[in-house]
């Protein structure tokens, strides 16, 4: 909760707490609750979580005033009654709280800009218009903060990304309305940081289906604290939802997979969709090529484009395997949860040459029968140069992205698995950073040698 929101149950106990007769002052408690949740409002504001609070503090204050007027106290057993209830009410916002991305541990701040791409090269499938491909990215990179910078929100239009979310994952549309509450440890459109003429290793997020850009901001932050550029796509159509500058919106297309996993022509439908992905990928990398010759540009000369690699989750992950398996100018792939029912034979068949790790959550390493499970099963053996497979126990799909972090419920909730999320968070975080380290800047690391120091990380044959 944010201090005026501790504040406003903490008056209210308070006041029902202390022993009767209470003093003039206690009495006024209640009323500087109300004062508070005014406060609140205009300077942290609204959200439905509180809604309780809001209510039972006009409705006790009401009551201290008639106290204060002549009326009878209340008696011991309606007091802690009332206690009762206003714990309950503060219940609903802790366990819903504002979700905080926590401070990367490396030594540069971090900036973060959104670009709308237009390839004309290639034409949108998924529209159902004749119109050139157009999608969202979302970099975070090391940065030169000024004073007059501003902190950026988790998500950019959020308003419009939180009910999809919330209606994706089987909750009502208002649920995650408090997103548009969250900001992270980076600041909006600040300038990239310059170090000794030093270019920065770029590294390419790739959501999975019905993702988005920002559901792994936490990791793209720690990255690039450490000097690495992270380029967040916004694949259109497949992502949750996609919103442009000119204000349109491209909505999630449920035709782009099939809905039936059984359909026969599953591979053939879903590997259009993921060789679209790996065009994303293609053309930004094209285009950070003209960027970083082009003095004008904010990213000019801070790209090393001779160091890329690229990482991604479910279907995402997929994409960066095609991606990976089909343009040499990637250098290393990690996998979380790859989805490789998309993932095109020929690089199945063929592998990738190029450094590559693998991270199962447990639901997933566990379910070997699944025909994804079956294709990495005939992928891994060719990839050659492979660091490892590993699965995390206590995990479930969602908790490679930043959602363990949302909750102390999201278990209860059937979001993640019961392995606490901060600890999910340093596992995860451990094994990508070091992956890029040793792939990108040839740091070695003990997670890839031997038995991993994680109890809940076991290697997946």
Known sequence: MRPLEILIPVLLIVYLIWKHPRPVYIRLMPVLAVVVN????AVEGYRWQMIPLYILSPLIAISSLTKIFGAKDWKPRASFLSVGLVALATAIPILLPIPRIPAPSGPFQVGTRSFEMVDEARNEIYSGKDEARRFMIQVWYPAEVKETDVRAPWMENAAVFAPAIATYIDLPSFF???????SIPAYKDAEAAVVNEEAFP???FSHGWNGFSAQNAGQ????ASHGYVVVGMQHTYGAVTTVFPDGSIAPNNPDALPRDGK??????????LVDQWAGDMSFVLDQLTVWNEADANPFFGRLDLSRVGAYGHSTGGGAVIQFCGTDARCKAVLGMDPF????SAEVIAAGVSQPAFFMFSQAWADDTGTPSSKLFGQF????KNGLGVVSID????FDFSDLPLFSPIAPQLGLKGPLNGKRVTVIVTSYLFDFFELTLRDVPSALFEGASPFVEVRAVK
């Open 394 to 397: 206590g995990t479930r799909h």
């Open 340 to 343: 490789m029912r998309p993932v």
């Open 220 to 223: 793209a932050l720690e990255l």
């Open 38 to 41: 005014v406060m609140h409002l």
């Open 176 to 182: 995650l309305d408090h997103l548009v509450l969250t």
């Open 202 to 204: 770029v590294i390419f």
């Open 263 to 272: 359909d026969p022509n599953y591979e053939e439908v879903a590997r259009v």
């Open 380 to 383: 891994i053996p060719n990839v």
